[in-house]
């Protein structure tokens, strides 16, 4: 078993919303990808949270493309491989209930509609429920998206209404700081993390931009893991921007270390999830 007092890093590398010609250092190709993934995993990031990017760039949930990708984060490390089925706020409800089809060890499932930036993340009930009993089917583990309060209480709806996911235990990320979701503040974590349901078994935060070390802070206060990354976080403090993924990955262990609470390895991360 994992330490009690270790810590779940995850690292989002990539995202759906930032473009490659903004920002040339988001690894958007399959090698940029796996050597992104390759010292991340050296730096103490356990699970990879995937968005897959087409030849051009741009987002895709290409079912080839996603299999490529899991196949080679599969032989190149040991980290739980997370395939997002949110996708980017453009693709098509079934394109996105698809990505199951690439199995991959986990993927995420965000528990309602939120707006997004100037957009709208669009996630209905009876697609939540439709992504629940496939990853179930799948023997895929979800991890469960909590951008604002009210999601944690679809949460409450869906495990009561469908049951444990697949493997038995149940790990949520809060999303904090998106326009349009919760702020990412202290408070807000301390209530987010109250209103979790009772068969949560593990949590992480994520804070947006500005918002990624208080969050991170309150997370390690809380005994919260950590999601760190491109694909929500671009600076790493005011003017200065990430060069790579690694430098993420390696303040969070840097912060999680300082509390006590070191990063955990792949093997653990799998444990504590109950992936394959
Ligand atoms: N790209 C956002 C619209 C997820 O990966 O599941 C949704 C997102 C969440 O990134
Ligand atoms: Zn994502």
Same mark, same amino acid.
């Not at 980290?79 to 209930?97: F, Y």
């Not at 697609?127 to 469960?144: G, K």
């Not at 804070?207 to 990624?212: K, N």
């Given at each position: 078993m994992p330490a009690a007092g270790q810590t779940l890093i995850t690292v989002a590398t990539t995202g759906a919303e930032t473009s490659k010609s903004d920002v040339p250092a988001l690894p958007t190709t399959l090698e940029e &990808?796996? /050597?992104? +993934?390759?010292?991340?995993? *050296? +730096?103490?990031? $356990?699970?990879?949270?995937v968005h897959v990017r087409d030849h051009e760039h741009a987002?895709?949930?290409?079912?080839?493309?996603?299999?490529?990708?899991?196949? $080679?984060?599969?032989?190149e490390t040991s980290?739980?491989?997370?395939?997002?089925? #949110?996708?980017?706020?453009?693709? !098509?409800? /079934?394109?996105? &209930?698809r990505v199951l089809q690439a199995a991959p060890d986990s993927c995420s499932l965000t528990m309602g509609t939120l707006n997004f930036g100037d957009d709208v993340f669009s996630n209905p009930w009876p697609?939540?429920?439709? &992504?629940?009993?496939?990853?179930?089917? $799948?023997?895929?583990? !979800?991890?469960?998206e909590l951008f604002d309060l #009210?999601? #944690?209480?679809?949460?409450?709806?869906?495990? +009561?209404? /469908?049951?444990?996911?697949?493997?038995?235990?149940?790990?949520?990320?809060?999303?904090?700081g998106v326009p349009g979701g919760m702020p990412g503040t202290a408070d807000t974590l301390v209530a987010a993390v109250r $209103?979790? !349901?009772?068969?949560?078994?593990?949590?992480? *935060?994520?804070?947006?931009?500005?918002?990624?070390?208080p969050v991170a802070l309150? *997370?390690?206060?809380? =005994?919260?893991?950590?999601?760190? =990354?491109?694909?929500?976080?671009?600076?790493?403090?005011?003017?200065?921007?990430?060069?790579?993924?690694?430098?993420?990955?390696?303040?969070?262990?840097?912060?999680?270390?300082? *509390?006590q609470r070191p990063p955990m390895s792949a093997a653990d991360a799998r444990v504590l999830l109950n992936t394959r």
């Open positions: &990808l796996v /050597e992104t +993934a390759v010292r991340c995993e *050296a +730096a103490g990031a $356990a699970v990879i949270h987002p895709t949930l290409d079912l080839a493309r996603l299999r490529d990708t899991v196949d $080679a984060l599969r032989s980290m739980v491989v997370q395939l997002s089925t #949110g996708g980017s706020v453009h693709d !098509p409800l /079934e394109n996105r &209930l697609f939540i429920v439709d &992504l629940y009993r496939r990853s179930q089917e $799948a023997e895929v583990v !979800p991890e469960f #009210g999601q #944690g209480a679809s949460l409450h709806r869906l495990l +009561a209404a /469908e049951g444990l996911p697949y493997g038995g235990t149940v790990h949520c990320d809060l999303v904090m $209103a979790l !349901p009772e068969q949560v078994t593990s949590w992480s *935060a994520t804070g947006i931009g500005r918002a990624a070390l309150a *997370a390690l206060s809380c =005994g919260g893991h950590l999601r760190v =990354g491109m694909e929500d976080t671009l600076t790493l403090a005011r003017g200065v921007p990430v060069a790579h993924n690694v430098e993420l990955v390696e303040r969070a262990g840097a912060l999680a270390t300082l *509390a």
